[in-house]
């Protein structure tokens, strides 16, 4: 299943650049920063976001000024690699909001990788025993602590674009 590529030219990339550092532009700081008319600039934003392209601008917060000072990756394994099993424990856990990113994953000994962002330990281990691991499903768990964060970044690359 593949995406249809959105064409992009240069004026479209440095809009894009722009958003990702500041979603909170308005469309007038916007069209000074990328060289525009407020008109044409609102009229390439608003194809962006039709194509797909802009998915949502969001406000990024920092954790530990919220008392989130834990960050877990946790590996799950599943018992059985059939559909019904997948969409389960997709379906549960985004019901869980202290899951920031869930990818299903190849190459380890585990079908999912997951980012968890909680208070402290506590709360982690609510989330692992009462939760997680009560996911039909899940045979196995692997759960490490992130010490810092060294690159965390939200922009994409656009220069391949």
């Known amino acids: 299943m593949s995406e249809k590529l959105v ?8 809009i894009l650049e722009c958003l990702q550092q500041d979603g909170g532009l308005t469309n007038q700081e916007l069209a000074e920063r990328v060289g525009l008319s407020p008109s044409p600039c609102l009229r390439r934003v608003r194809a962006l976001e039709e194509a797909g392209v802009i998915l949502k601008r969001v406000t ?3 954790r530990k000024k919220l008392g989130l000072s834990l960050t877990a990756i946790i590996l ?3 018992d059985r690699h ?5 969409e389960e424990f997709q379906k549960r856990i985004e019901e869980c909001p202290e899951i920031q990113e869930c990818y299903l994953i190849t190459g380890h000994d585990a079908d999912y990788m997951l980012k968890a962002v909680v208070p402290d330990m506590d709360v982690f281990q609510e989330l692992l025993l009462n939760r ?4 039909p499903g899940v045979s196995g768990v692997h759960s490490s602590f992130v010490l810092r964060r060294v690159v965390d970044k939200t922009d994409l690359p656009l220069g391949y674009v």
């Open 7 to 14: 064409r992009i030219d240069k004026i479209d990339r440095r």
């Open 60 to 62: 990024l917060l920092e």
């Open 76 to 78: 799950i394994s599943m």
């Open 82 to 86: 059939i559909p019904e099993r997948f």
């Open 132 to 135: 997680i691991t009560r996911i």
